[in-house]
């Protein structure tokens, strides 16, 4: 790996953390919130930049990225975001400690939305602000976006990009990466823009929890403003905006950019959306009866809270709107097995996403053709195009390694919860990057009452399932640093 290339990008991404956070004290002294919470915006803005600047002047030269070097700049970039992030948290008192500030900052960053803060109205405003917009940025990518604004690059930037989108296959737009990676930013901001309007104007919220949802909905991340989440709001029309647009977060964003390009029918062609639309569909009526079964509330408002909670879920959003923690065990069960599931590559939804579930069950039916015809030959074959043998591969490994890391950390975490129901929810709630779980750590609880080095390890799991595990877990292999 190449430090001095590694880290003088790393500089750039920091830079613009730091730039972030002095926004964000523009708009807590728009507020008027109290003077030490905008200093402390102000100055966890200056650190960061002088650091920033400080990094990119010492490692700078020429600039030539191999693969090795595009996973070392996604993994120090994230966990550098993460320090200089939790400064606001830090310096304001918001969160006075540096774990669980971390491990707010590295749920905000990876879409998340897992939090170890209560009582949310109490927040500033520039925290809340600066808590947003840490999905914002990291649902798309930070990095992509430098990729994005930084031409320098050049084909170098292909290293980022294959290591911090997420999927197993990287689609390009057009030949020049930088050029996607506009592409890409340019759907993802006009999504963002066009919600906000909604919430704003149809969904009667204020400009500034209609920001703040918005960047936690098209990021799938679910930071809210208000204690109560969505369901605060209590309103069946800013409850349907919100479910749109968390099931378009969900999609490829290069079908959203074929479909803003006249060629709709992309989506339909696509076999991972249609398995994303029929299983989304069918776990949503599945809920909707089962709670009606068990509960009180008429069909009209138990098809909107499971519609709602199964989006969230499967896109790995987290918001909520019902505390579905009471309901019936087979709903419960359902939508913990979409936790793992999460939304389509290309997305900004976490889990092992959509079209690696669908390439299992192909598998799976495969195997047991040829266990019947030992001599024949079968290809599969995913939207009547052939799977490479490599590709299927590396999709069983990933599996493997998912489901080892979410064994050994729900192992761990039984050390750190009061229950093994909380502990193997929160390790699916963050390496699937989800948010909420069961019980202890469930849709109306938080993170707060695990120790700090529960925390710790959520937030590794975070950082894991965020940058699909590769990225992170080849950092510990020997091989990696020798030149």
Known sequence: MNKRTVFHLVAYMTLVIGFAILGCAGVSWYYDDPVDVRMS???????TILFAAALGVFTRGEINL??????????????????????????????????PAMFETMSGFTTTG????????AIPYGIHFWRALT?????????????????????????????????????RLTPRITTTAKLLWGVYALLTLIEALLLKFVGKMNWFDAWCHTFGTMATGGFSTHSASIGYFDSAIVDTIIIVFMFLAGINFSLHYHALTGKPGKYFKDPEFRFYLLFLTGASLFITFNVWHSSALPLSRCFRDAT????????????????????????????????????????TGGGMKV???FIMFKKMVR??????????????????????????????AFFAIFL?????GSFAMTFFTPDLETATTSVIATLGNIGPGLNAVGATQNYAAIPAPGQALLTLFMLLGRLELYTVLILFLPSFWKK
């Open 41 to 47: 915006l102000v100055y966890s803005g200056i650190i």
């Open 66 to 99: 191999s693969r090795r070097d595009g996973f070392g700049i996604v993994t120090f970039g994230w966990l550098s975001a993460t320090v200089f992030g939790s400064l606001p948290y830090i310096l304001s008192g918001t969160i006075p400690h540096p774990i």
């Open 114 to 121: 897992a939090s170890v803060l209560s009582n949310l109205e």
């Open 135 to 171: 999905h914002w940025f990291g649902g798309m990518g930070v990095l992509v976006l430098c990729v994005a604004i930084l031409p320098f690059l050049g084909v170098g930037g292909m290293q980022i990009y294959r290591a911090e989108m997420p999927g197993p296959s990287k689609d």
């Open 308 to 347: 709602f909670t199964a989006t969230s879920i499967m896109t790995t959003t987290g918001f909520c709107t019902a505390d579905f923690d009471q309901w019936p065990n087979a709903s419960r069960l359902l939508l913990v097995l979409m936790m793992f599931i999460g939304g389509c590559a290309g997305s």
């Open 355 to 357: 079209v690696r579930v």
């Open 367 to 396: 195997e047991m053709k040829l266990f019947m015809r030992p001599s024949s030959v079968i290809q599969m074959k995913l939207g009547g195009k052939p799977v490479e043998q490599e590709i299927i591969s590396h999709i069983s």
């Open 404 to 408: 080892m890391i979410f064994a050994g």
